[in-house]
């Protein structure tokens, strides 16, 4: 697949080239097809070759990406063929890119299979922030569930009056005119006492 730019000045003699492969897997049942290799040539000849990792689709399907580039930053999904090429001293970068090399229809792109892998860094971070979350909550569940109760009551209550025989040794010399009157003499006594719940 041959992009070829025209007869815009600068770049008048410059294709880019992206040789596609279609292969079979009996896995998903169906046609895959992979970006292989991209090429720059200039006034035909070939000035930079760069092979391309992680670009596939099933043929039925487009492939689509924000950037696809050979810079770091961006990911490198474009990597100089050689160490000793001189793609090297090349920086491309594609934005916006959509490709699709078999079963188009009515010249438009078919359902775009995106290269936003499932598990991206924002959302790996997610995951195990919701997992700390989640064990510290668990954590607190736990203390609340076996926390005893601090409440302490106390409650003071008197005793009701009671009467106390007196002894011989407490009444003295008033034990006898009133047992001269035949009556028993009683001492009225109050206590207190208080109790404590936990």
């Known amino acids: 697949l041959s992009l070829k730019f025209g007869d815009i000045d600068n770049l008048k003699g410059l294709v880019i080239r992206f040789l596609l492969t279609t292969s079979y897997y009996q896995l998903s049942v169906q046609n895959w097809f992979s970006l292989h290799r ?14 391309a990792t992680r670009i596939y689709a099933p043929s039925s399907y487009s492939y689509h990406c924000d950037r696809v580039s050979s810079l770091q930053r961006y990911d490198a999904l474009l990597i100089p063929s050689s160490a000793n090429d001189v793609s090297k001293l090349w920086e491309v970068t594609f934005i916006d890119f ?6 188009i229809q009515e010249g438009h792109f078919a359902y775009a299979k995106d290269c936003a892998s499932f598990f ?65 003499s009683y001492e009225l006594r109050n206590q207190q006492f208080c109790k404590i719940y936990i």
């Open 38 to 51: 991209l090429q720059l040539l200039y006034n035909h000849s070939v000035q930079a070759t760069f092979n």
């Open 98 to 103: 959509q490709i699709q090399g078999f079963n």
């Open 120 to 184: 991206s860094p924002a959302i790996l971070m997610g995951l195990v922030m919701s997992l700390i979350l989640l064990l510290v909550l668990a954590y607190a569940l736990h203390m609340l569930i076996h926390l005893k109760s601090l409440d302490r009551h106390y409650e003071c209550k008197a005793s009701p009056a009671y009467f106390v025989q007196m002894k011989d040794n407490d009444m003295g010399d008033e034990k006898e005119p009133l047992r001269s009157s035949g009556n028993e």
